[in-house]
């Protein structure tokens, strides 16, 4: 017994290695609770030290019997192991476990032998045999008893059987096909019934174990009449093959035992010897049909040898064995069983990593058993066969969480079977946030108006980002990225509120300082490393009525005086006298200007226009006009409240007006002339006009003394002058004109009387006086014509009158990069030119003559051109050389043309070089003009230079020109350039 014990103990502890590197140990059945298995690691080569960060574990569905321990890779035993329960009649009983360990992941197979102990004691299906026996029975017959049932195996199950002690009776055994032993009753002595009609034999199964365990039973052994025919089946071993889906109650066979006695010893009763049978199947007692009363299982049991036996009236038994096979159908789906599964996964995971580990089994056979896998729907995912009957589930593409948070994958396994059977599993997914999208700003480009002299602090605007990301990634912080706008902090103007994109106006705006400014806004995630995206917010300042109109002409600094404007006698109707000339700083409707008359003591003789500032007469001069009017012009804006200002004129009739339009508007100082030329004229006409006077003084003092008469002009203030013109033409031609001469302090004094004609004096009576005061007279006068000629042209070129150099201060900066808010159509600001020179002139015709001077880029209305982002205007011409101040190289064109005062005609009258793609400078070529009557007359032209050739902004440039008659000349003046 201790042999058998150290042999035994040397089995359980030693480990096996078959081929496919598995390992094998072996275990007694019943083995106590604790008890050492094996070494897993050790056999499997593992670290034990990774054990626990590898989490060693066994996955099969044997793990309730057995645990690992982590600590040292011991292979434990945690539950009773009952081999009869687990493998019933098989030879060899394994159990199979998968143990799987992570990290990388890995799967071994471990068997373990269950062995078998002598744990079951042999028994009989019956308690009692009972044997009827003939008494004239043969010695020798035998006498078939059923075989005693231990589920032990090997040695532990029955090894013999053994009878009491008798003179009559002996143990046989008889040994079947299968090697199975079956003891049968042996005659061994002839029988008496007259002596002993009874027997009572116990008949003991004894196993090989150790100790030994027995198992008896009755045999009760009556002694009849004679009967000597015993039932005989058709045929000893019956075999049949069953499909294992057969239903209950199925015939399986029909046995047939025959009985050649008569009466009652030929009635035969069916049976089975063998109780394990009666699970499964059923057997008529009296027909012999055997049926199926249970389930069928391939995968459990594919043999079955059943002990049937006939037994006739008189208790003659006979017996026979029915053999099923059963056979494997595809009843059976596969299993899915996910092993491992690693969720959630991180949405930037490479494709091929691995996602779950997936076992599938068929318990079927053959091609039933074989099985392919797969998954149902078109997802980013895909199966990896594995060792065995493992698949990996591996990411097939990139994944993006902000598409799909989540995936059902749907596992689908098939068998190869007919019909083939198919089972699903469907794994939940989920797919962690990685910051891989920047905030996104709902709107492109923003732009924000805002009223001027608003209240600092106010919210004018909300940008909004969103960020498909999640917790922490799509938190949104919002800043603003410029430290500095033209070289003052961003601060100053603006702030925004970090956490809802609100911004705010840090201070009030004024729209003539500050047209619009730019800023960007960065929205900025919290993830890290942290994304960002940034948007460009525009604020654009609208205009407020704030500004009143400013009156550029008249000009208002005249020392306190009123400004006097002089209309000539005899003007007609629609006559220009003059032209109110304003702007005003703000824009669109609050620029819009009217003009009226406030104060007009002669309301039907006076009309002004109320959009362009033109004072004209509303009919002819009548001799009943007064010759002085004080009226008021009031210009007003067209914003919400109104505001207005007003300029004040004195308008005084005269009957010529060339001589004394000098004394009327202050003349400027001749120091300030800018002109080479002009100086050099006035200087020689001013020596010539000296030697002229010398000449004719000494002339009149040497004849004053040959009349020895003393002439003076008296001492009146008014004297009358006749004065003599002719022609050196043949024949002479001549004419006179009458002048009254005033001495005053001031025109304004003696306007009234400038017209009375006073009554004649004493005249010199000598032709040669009068002749010598003529001639004084005449010099004179031309003397004065020349330099009142000179101031004009001098102030023409300076400061025309209808041209006023406007500072760029009285006009807003308008900037292009704000949309315009006038909707109307409407221009920023209003620009109306005009100029009345009227001189008499008798000439039909006139010529472009070379301007006087260049006007400098610093009198443009507007030289400014930020908007364009290409700088200032002044800048680009700069660089551009002019000649007669017009652009060289350029076309030109004829865009306004007005004439005042008995001008008509067509425009194509007007001749303009450079019209028909002529290049610049014009030469100085005659302009045929037809005009009606011989009074003063006037021509304004605009040119423009379009922007096919010029260099800089894309600007049009309009050069403004003034034609006018003086004597028998035609003049022309630029007036400026814009």
């Excluded at 060693?56 to 539950?79: A, D, M, P, R, W």
């Excluded at 080479?676 to 000449?695: G, H």
Aim: include cysteine.
């Amino acid at each position: 017994s201790f042999k058998v014990l150290t042999q035994l103990f040397f089995i359980v502890s030693l480990p096996h290695f078959i081929a496919s590197s598995q390992v094998q140990y072996s275990v007694l059945e019943e083995t106590k609770k604790g008890f050492l298995v094996g070494n897993v690691a050790e056999d499997l080569g593992l670290d034990s030290k990774q054990l626990i960060d590898r989490k060693l574990q066994i996955v099969s569905q044997n793990k309730c019997y057995f645990n690992i321990s982590l600590g040292n890779g011991n292979l434990y035993v945690i539950e009773r192991i009952d081999r009869e329960e687990l493998c019933g009649i098989k030879e060899i009983c394994l159990l199979n476990l998968e143990i799987l360990a992570e990290n990388p992941v890995n799967v071994f197979h471990i068997k373990i032998e269950i062995l078998d102990i002598n744990d079951n004691f042999p028994s009989f299906s019956k308690a009692i045999f009972n044997i009827a026996i003939i008494e004239n029975a043969l010695p020798g017959t035998h006498f078939s008893l059923g075989k005693a049932h231990d589920p032990d195996l090997g040695i532990n199950s029955v090894q013999s059987y053994t009878l009491t002690q008798n003179k009559h009776f002996k143990l046989g055994e008889k040994i079947s096909q299968e090697g199975i032993k079956y003891p049968e009753l042996l005659l061994d002595y002839a029988l008496d019934r007259e002596k002993h009609s009874m027997y009572d034999l116990i008949l003991t199964a004894s196993d090989g174990g150790d100790p030994v365990k027995i198992g008896t039973a009755l045999i009760k052994i009556i002694i009849q009449d004679v009967n000597d025919n015993y039932p005989v089946f058709n045929q000893n071993i019956y075999r049949v093959s069953l499909n294992e889906n057969l239903p209950v109650g199925y015939s399986v066979i029909c046995l047939n035992a025959t009985d050649k006695d008569e009466g009652s010893n030929a009635e035969i009763t069916y049976s089975f010897s063998d109780k394990s049978a009666m699970d499964i199947f059923s057997l008529n007692s009296e027909s012999g049909d055997i049926t199926i009363s249970g389930t069928l299982d391939f995968e459990v049991v594919q043999h079955y040898e059943i002990i049937a036996e006939a037994e006739d009236g008189s208790g003659l038994v006979t017996h026979c064995t029915i053999v099923v096979e059963v056979l494997d159908v595809n009843d059976n789906a596969p299993e899915i069983l996910v092993k491992s599964l690693f969720t959630p996964i991180s949405e930037d995971t490479l494709p091929g990593t691995l996602i779950a580990l997936i076992n599938v089994n068929d318990k079927d056979s053959g091609k039933n058993g074989d099985v392919t896998c797969k998954i149902l729907e078109q997802l980013p995912f895909k199966l990896l066969p594995s060792t065995n009957s493992y698949y990996k589930l591996v990411t097939s593409s990139t994944l993006d969480r902000e598409m799909f948070a989540a995936y059902n994958i749907t596992v689908q396994a098939q068998d190869e079977g007919s019909p083939p059977l198919s089972s699903s599993n469907t794994i939940h997914l989920y797919i962690s946030d990685v910051n891989d999208n920047p905030p996104r700003f709902d709107e492109t480009d923003v732009i924000v108006y805002i009223t001027e002299h608003n209240t600092p602090g106010i919210s004018i605007h909300s940008v909004q980002a969103s960020d498909p990301d999640k917790n922490e990634n799509s938190q949104i912080m919002y800043s603003i990225v410029n430290k500095n706008y033209d070289n003052i902090p961003i601060a100053s103007y603006i702030s925004i509120n970090s956490a809802t994109g609100a911004l705010y106006a840090q201070r009030s705006f004024d729209y003539e300082q500050m047209q619009d400014f730019q800023f960007q806004v960065m929205a900025k995630d919290g993830g890290s490393p942290s994304l960002s995206s940034n948007l460009t917010v525009r604020v654009c300042v609208i205009d407020t009525n704030d500004n009143a109109p400013k009156i550029l002409y008249p000009p208002s600094d005249l020392e306190g005086t009123t400004l006097v404007e002089l209309i000539p006698l005899y003007s007609e109707k629609d006559y220009l006298i003059t032209k109110v000339i304003a702007v005003d700083a703000d824009s669109g409707h609050n620029a819009w200007l009217s003009y009226h008359l406030s104060t007009n003591p002669d309301s039907s003789l006076l009309t002004i226009g109320q959009h362009t500032g033109e004072i004209k007469l509303a009919r002819n001069l009548l001799d009943t006009d007064s010759l002085r009017q004080r009226i008021v012009v009031i210009v007003k804006d067209n914003g919400i409240p109104c505001l207005s200002a007003s300029v004040t004129f004195t308008l005084a009739v005269a009957e010529n007006f060339q001589h004394v339009f000098p004394e009327v508007v202050k003349q400027p100082n001749i120091s300030e002339f800018s002109s080479n030329v002009t100086f050099y004229l006035v200087t020689a006409i001013a020596s010539i006009s000296v030697l002229f006077i010398l000449t004719v003084g000494i002339t009149i003092i040497a004849k004053c003394r040959e009349a020895s008469v003393p002439t003076a002009l008296g001492t009146t203030n008014r004297q009358k002058v006749v004065i003599l013109v002719k022609d050196n033409g043949v024949p002479s031609l001549s004419t006179t004109v009458s002048l009254n001469m005033v001495v005053a302090e001031s025109i304004q004094q003696v306007l009234p009387e400038v017209f009375k004609q006073p009554n004649p004096s004493n005249s010199p009576s000598k032709t040669t006086f009068s002749l010598v005061v003529a001639t004084t007279l005449i010099a004179l006068l031309f003397i004065v014509t020349v330099i009142v000629t000179i101031i004009t042209k001098c102030r023409k070129s300076n400061t025309p009158t209808g041209f006023v150099p406007v500072s760029r201060t009285w006009y807003p900066q308008l900037s292009l990069k704000c949309p315009s808010q006038f909707s109307d159509g409407s221009l920023p600001f209003p620009f109306s030119y005009d100029v009345c020179v009227t001189l008499d002139s008798r000439q039909n015709e006139m010529a472009y003559m070379k301007p006087i001077q260049n006007v400098p880029t610093d009198n443009l209305i507007d030289t400014d051109d930020s908007a364009t982002g290409k700088g200032p205007t002044q800048e680009n011409f700069a660089s551009v050389p002019t000649t007669n101040g017009l652009l060289p190289g350029a076309n030109y064109h004829l865009t306004e043309m007005k004439a005042r005062n008995h001008y008509s005609g067509p425009a194509q009258d007007i001749v303009l070089p450079g019209a028909k793609n002529e290049m610049l400078p014009p030469p100085e070529m005659p302009v045929p003009i037809k005009k009606n009557g011989a009074a003063p007359w006037n021509l304004s032209l605009a040119v423009v230079a379009p922007t096919s050739t010029m260099v800089g902004p894309a600007l049009n440039t309009t050069h403004y020109w003034e034609f006018y008659s003086c004597g028998a000349h035609t003049h022309h003046t630029s007036l400026g350039v814009l």
